[in-house]
C-alpha cells in the first residue's frame, strides 16, 4: 500500500497506485466515547467480511464503494463524502453523549428535529424507525435535517434521497438480523459521491461496530423485567467502562481479557449466523 491518507478511530485509509481508488485498512481497534477503548485480535478481519457480505447483499437498494478485499483489507471507488453519519434507530437505548436514550433521560423530547413523546422506557421498540444524524468530527454532534440543509452540508434533494436509501437500508438489515435470531437495533451509515457524482454508500454496513445488535428471543422477557437485552456488540465493552468510570473524562481501565474474548466471539458468531440464514 502506498501513503497514509488518514488514520481514524477504527480504520486506516491509504493511497491506491490507481487514483480512482483507495485502500481502507479495518484495525483490531475499538473506540468508544470519543477515543480508543483496546484492541480485539481479528476484529479487522471479521468487520471486513461482514462488511462485504452486507454490501454485496444490499446493492440492489444501492450502489457501494466496494471493489475487493484481502483479509482486513478492502479496495473502493475513490468518492467525496458527506460529512454527516445517518443513525438510523428502531428502538430507544445507548450510552454515549449522542445517544437517544442520554439526552432522553435528561429531559430531552426533541432530538434531531424529531418530536418523542414521553414516558419512553429505556430500551423500548420506537413505533417506527427514526433517522437521527450526526456531524463527522472528533467529537460527533447531532443534527437535524433542516439543519442539514440550512448548512450546506448537503441539498435537500440529495438529502431526502439519503433518508430514503438509509431507511431502505436499515428495514432490510432488520430481516437479515431477524432471520438469524437477532434483533438490528440501530445502525450508521455514511455516503459519498462518486466521480460521476452518484451517491452511493460508503464506508462499512450493518458491522457489530457500527450496528447495535441483541438477540431476540430474551429481548421481551428482559425489557419487561427492566433487563439490560442480551448483546451483540461491542456494547458489552461500553457497558463494562461506564459502569468503572466516566468514559469523556477519565483514563479508561484495562479491559479484561474475558471481556474482549466474549466479544469477539459474539462477532464471529454474528458472522456465521447471518451468512447462513442470509
Same mark, same amino acid.
Given at each position: 500500500m502506498k501513503n497514509i491518507l488518514y488514520s481514524g478511530k477504527v480504520r486506516n485509509i491509504y493511497e491506491h497506485e490507481d487514483n480512482?481508488?483507495?485502500?481502507?485498512?479495518?484495525?483490531?481497534?475499538?473506540?468508544?466515547?470519543?477515543?480508543?477503548i483496546c484492541n480485539l485480535e481479528n476484529k479487522g478481519k471479521i468487520l471486513t467480511l461482514i462488511c462485504v457480505f452486507m454490501f454485496n447483499k444490499t446493492k440492489h437498494i444501492i450502489s457501494n464503494h466496494y471493489i475487493s478485499h484481502i483479509n482486513n483489507i478492502l479496495v473502493v471507488k475513490?468518492?467525496?463524502p458527506f460529512k454527516i453519519e445517518f443513525v438510523v434507530r428502531g428502538y430507544i437505548t445507548g450510552n454515549t453523549k449522542t445517544s437517544l436514550w442520554t439526552h432522553y433521560n435528561n429531559g430531552v423530547r426533541n432530538y434531531c428535529g424529531i418530536e418523542f413523546p414521553n414516558n419512553l422506557k429505556k430500551n423500548q421498540k420506537l413505533v417506527e424507525p427514526v433517522i437521527t444524524p450526526t456531524t463527522k468530527d472528533i467529537e460527533d454532534v447531532p443534527i437535524s435535517k433542516k439543519e442539514i440543509i440550512n448548512k450546506k452540508y448537503m441539498t435537500e434533494n440529495e438529502c431526502d434521497f439519503v433518508y430514503k436509501k438509509a431507511m431502505e437500508l436499515f428495514k432490510y438489515g432488520q430481516k437479515m438480523a431477524d432471520n438469524a435470531g437477532f434483533i438490528l437495533v440501530d445502525t450508521k451509515y455514511e455516503f459519498g459521491k462518486d466521480e460521476n457524482n452518484n +451517491?452511493?454508500?460508503? $464506508?462499512? +454496513?450493518?458491522?457489530? $461496530?457500527?450496528?447495535?445488535?441483541?438477540?431476540?428471543?430474551?429481548?421481551?422477557?428482559?425489557?419487561?423485567?427492566?433487563?439490560?437485552?442480551?448483546?451483540l456488540d461491542k456494547d458489552k465493552i461500553r457497558d463494562w467502562v461506564k459502569n468503572k468510570c466516566n468514559p469523556y473524562t477519565d483514563k479508561i481501565p484495562q479491559i479484561?481479557?474475558?471481556l474482549k474474548k466474549n466479544t469477539i466471539n459474539s462477532y464471529t458468531e454474528f458472522y456465521e449466523r447471518i451468512i447462513n440464514t442470509n
Open positions: 480512482n481508488k483507495l485502500y481502507i485498512e479495518t484495525t483490531d481497534r475499538l473506540s468508544s466515547f470519543d477515543k480508543h475513490k468518492c467525496v +451517491i452511493i454508500l460508503i $464506508d462499512e +454496513i450493518h458491522t457489530c $461496530d457500527s450496528s447495535r445488535y441483541w438477540i431476540k428471543n430474551t429481548y421481551e422477557n428482559k425489557f419487561k423485567n427492566d433487563i439490560e437485552p442480551d448483546k479484561p481479557e474475558e
